[in-house]
């Protein structure tokens, strides 16, 4: 599975920027997804997670209100829709993804459980 994001750039604290994350290979169904970033000098974070059949999504603390993940299963496409930036919210952006084929819905929030990793992207947001 490779995972290709895209859509990161520059804009102004309030504004909106969509990044997505292409993967390649096998069915989105039995995968689940997250998306992460890390901050100059910081550990990298998870930000939003879909469980595999996008049965369910969880965002952190610091964006949920503001950040709003959907995942075309049809396309192999999750894209994150980011309102409201700060600029707090710089960082490289990351998708990753691991199989996880169960019936139960099921989301790991452990960057290490994460098998596939894109380039990640980066966003920056001016004061």
């Known amino acids: 599975v490779q995972l290709v994001e895209s859509g990161g750039g520059f804009v102004q604290s309030g504004g909106s920027l969509r990044l997505s994350c292409a993967a390649s290979?096998?069915?989105?169904?039995?995968?689940?997804v997250g998306w992460f970033r890390q901050a100059p000098g910081k550990e990298r974070e998870g930000v939003s997670f879909?469980?595999?059949?996008?049965?369910?999504?969880y965002y952190s603390g610091a964006v949920k209100g503001r950040f709003t993940l959907f995942r075309d299963r049809w396309k192999n496409l999750v894209s994150l829709q980011m309102d409201s930036l700060q600029p707090e919210d710089t960082a490289v952006y990351y998708c990753?993804?691991?199989?996880?084929?169960?019936?139960?819905?099921?989301?790991?929030?452990?960057?290490?459980?994460?098998?596939?990793w894109g380039q990640g992207t980066q966003v920056t947001v001016s004061s």
């Open positions: 990753a993804s691991y199989k996880y084929a169960s019936a139960s819905p099921s989301m790991s929030m452990d960057e290490d459980e994460y098998e596939y």
């Open positions: 879909v469980s595999q059949r996008c049965e369910a999504i």
């Open positions: 290979g096998d069915s989105c169904d039995d995968y689940v």
